[in-house]
């Protein structure tokens, strides 16, 4: 499988302690933000874990809301990582 493939390839993360792959993470995360989502949006770890069944990940329903909380951390990464900083900005 290239690392192209499947939106962005497996990627390792840490939910509930144990490391687990997910399939098109990276690309999910990105269009998330793409779209406008806010960390703290109303239904964003949801939104998350469907997505990430949409691409092919298997989620148990049992452990749906440790995805949750482990990608609501990821996604809040992400976003700061992303938004432009209003300390970059040149104060005159």
């Given amino acids: 499988m290239s690392p192209g493939c499947c939106g962005g390839g497996v990627r390792i993360i840490e939910v509930a302690g144990d490391k687990v792959g997910l399939t ?19 239904g ?8 990430l069944r949409d691409a092919g990940n298997y989620i148990t329903p049992s452990m749906e809301y440790a995805y949750q909380a482990a ?22």
């Fill in 44 to 51: 964003l770890e949801a939104a998350l874990v469907e997505a």
């Fill in 24 to 42: 098109g993470l990276d690309a999910t995360l990105e269009r998330f933000y793409l779209e406008g989502w806010s960390p703290g949006d109303p």
């Fill in 71 to 92: 990608l609501r951390d990821l996604y809040q990464k992400f976003f700061a990582v992303n938004s432009p900083s209003k300390s970059k900005v040149a104060k005159r």
